[in-house]
């Protein structure tokens, strides 16, 4: 189908997109288009007015320093597949990102666009919960900064209120000799997951450890018994046994047409399992 | 019912300039088609599952039907149809005639619009590469084994290497 008629306003600053914003709340902000332009396209969603945030150059980009990375919501999701200072630090992200649509759709797709969608099987909320991110939101008059487990609040939710816009999520340095690893069943290659595990583990003080899983239906959550059950285990073989039968007993997964809810559940603990033993793997020490 | 807005728009196809004024709620696939009359750029489903309107969007591959028309003004698009040099067969269509490549065609032109910017990053692909490369790409007829023959005939003939 076609998309309905809508007011369209391409501005190239910030400020000039946030007063759009503030001044009409059934405005949505258009980042890579490749969730919202196929909902115009169905007539799912019936905006007064689109504001194009392609041309506002200064919602892109990446950039370190000795606290952390920060990501421009607007950065494309290819480029940060392919930026070296994400890689070397946050090695989550690249192979989060692979599993993330196709070769298209990460040209246009945004890291932004994604969390701000938060789809209940993107892989991206999962590996940004996993890796203790902040989404800094902005609007006309101030700003504020999420925890991601606040930010992502259900299926297609997020804590953000009409007249803000997301703007840029804040990575905080992991852990000293932090693992990273990643795990995700799809029918096909570049799908919705299934289900998917992102995993942060490290030994440094009194040890590390982050165990999400997505797909069950109501976007990522983080499994504390998983937690527990690594740092418990010492990152053993049981550990990572017993980490993935707490991911499948803590999820309540959905039953739909892609698979039943017992299967989601079984697969979860495998995913669990499955990135727990790669992150170990990686992880100093 | 809002009525559409309007706005005058450039942009540059196969290197050819195209100003038109369109409405802002008008799909890039459907300017492509239905405006610059370039039809090679199929449109299989319109809502960004099957890749047959898959063009070079500033030398990148994009779907078309999941961008508006306004947002191209100032860019550069490729489509199918700068893919042949006159008479002369690029060797992706080359390739994909001589390994049966397509049966129907519908999704021919996406799919060979993301092999040639996808060729040009990775010269010697793997056919595991080539799959993963080709998985946005929907085909309903070959069942895919002579696309991918295809894909990796083309990049041998790309080197320069007659298989
Ligand atoms: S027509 Fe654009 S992806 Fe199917
Ligand atoms: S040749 Fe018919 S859809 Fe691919």
Redesign the interface.
Known sequence: ????????R?PTTLDDALALLADDAEARPLAG??SL??M???RLVRP?T?V?L?RISALAGIAVDRGGATIGAMTRQ?DALRAPVLAEQWPLIRMALEHV?????R??GTIGGSLAHNDPAAELPAVMLALDARMTVQRAKGARTISAQEFFVSSLTTAIVAGELLTAIHLPSPPPGAGMGFAELAR???DFALAAAAIVVSRAGAGHARVVVTGMGDGPQRIPAAEAALLNGRFGEAAIAEAGAAASAAVSPIDDLHAPAWYRRKIAGVMAARAARDAIGRMAG | MMSSETRTIRVTINGRAFGRTIETNLLLSDFIRHEVELTGTHVGCEHGVCGACTILFEGKPARSCLMLAVQADGARIETIESLADGERLHPLQTAFAENHGLQCGYCTPGILMTMKAYLAETPRPTEAQVREALSGNLCRCTGYQQIVEAVLQAAALMRGERP
């Open positions: 189908m076609k998309p309905p008629p809508f007011a369209y391409d288009g490749q332009m196929p115009l396209n169905f007064s689109v194009d392609n290819v649509g196709h070769l298209q759709t040209n246009r096909r290659h570049g």
